[in-house]
């Protein structure tokens, strides 16, 4: 393998969940809390959450109050417990092939960890695919990706080098930890097809897969 240690993001890296559970929260939080503002797109939805991200967007753009996102909060994670989104096609299958390579599974996501726990928990079925260490959101924001902290812990709780790593990324703020930590980093392209995401990736990364088996075919050979 070209690597010894993948650190992944999760949502549409892993698991289609924007489609699924994140856009469809959307438009109940913008109902809930603007219910004259038309919300935007699923597309769109997707450049929002590219730049200037999630937060930003709900904070600056729609000038929610701190009482309002405790309500868009409420609501987000009422969608992510309730609702499991499948793995990409071929992706569980890479994992298990990985690790039994003696390869080294970990996360760093902006999705919590017990939900992320809980979609490798359910869709294993028996493989052995949990990864060893999972950074999500944290309230700490030197802890949150983009910072390098959750890249840097890896790397030494592992003791992985950084050339040894890579990270698997859909959104920018992957790259960003890349360049900070010296860990070469691919873009997931296999979440949707949003010509301006999919470039500004390709120019941002090291590497660029339009597709898991792709990505699969450069991991193993």
């Known amino acids: ?20 559970i994140h856009y469809p929260a959307h438009l109940e939080i913008m109902r809930e809390l603007r219910p004259g503002h038309q919300p935007v797109s699923l597309d769109d939805w997707f450049l929002k959450n590219y730049s200037p991200g999630v937060f930003e967007y709900y904070t600056r753009e729609l000038g929610f109050s701190s009482d309002e996102l405790k309500v868009e909060y409420s609501l987000w994670r009422k969608y992510t417990q309730t609702i499991i989104p499948d793995f990409y096609d071929g992706f569980i299958d890479l994992l298990d092939r990985y690790r039994r390579l003696g390869g080294k599974i970990t ?32 309230t700490d924001k030197t802890k949150r990706k983009p910072h390098p902290y959750p890249v840097n812990t890896i790397l030494s709780q592992l003791g992985i ?27 997931a392209g296999w979440g949707h097809r949003i010509p301006q995401i999919q470039q500004d990736m390709a120019d941002s990364c090291d590497f660029y897969f339009s597709s898991v088996a792709e990505f699969a075919e450069f991991l193993f050979n």
């Not at 393998?1 to 699924?20: F, G, N, P, Q």
């Not at 919590?112 to 028996?126: G, L, P, Q, S, T």
């Not at 990270?167 to 873009?187: C, E, N, R, S």
Request: with cysteine.
């Open 161 to 187: 080098k950084p050339e040894e790593a890579l990270i698997v990324d859909d959104l920018k703020p992957g790259a960003q930890m890349g360049k900070a930590t010296g860990v070469d980093v691919a873009a």
């Open 1 to 20: 393998m070209r690597y010894k240690c993948l650190i992944l993001d999760h949502d549409d890296t892993a698991v289609d969940s924007t489609a699924s």
């Open 107 to 138: 996360v760093v996501s902006h999705s919590e960890c017990d939900i992320i726990e809980h979609h490798y928990h359910h869709h294993a079925n028996d493989r052995d695919i949990k990864p060893e260490i999972i950074f999500g959101w944290d």
